[in-house]
């Protein structure tokens, strides 16, 4: 899947998501924890923004499509 397709990312969103290696994204969206799941699970149909200088995705988790999402820390 191609990031850069993404609508729901904001610009500087787009722009840290794009800076981190696609093997580092891929383990990221791979990784999202979910509480109803009770581990982690993969994050789907998620938008990005930047908060304090971090990436926060929002999205469903691709088991049960509750509301997950991932903070990704900036350097
Ligand atoms: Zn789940």
Avoid: Q, Y
């Amino acid at each position: 899947m191609s990031i850069e397709t993404f609508p729901t990312f904001t610009a500087p969103a787009r722009e840290f998501w794009s800076a981190i290696p696609e093997e580092a994204r891929k383990r990221i969206i791979a990784n999202v924890w979910c509480g109803k799941c009770g581990g982690s699970t993969t994050i789907t149909n998620f938008s990005g923004t930047i908060r304090r200088g971090d990436l926060l995705l929002v999205g469903k988790c691709a088991v049960c499509h509750k509301d997950v999402a991932r903070l990704v820390e900036g350097t």
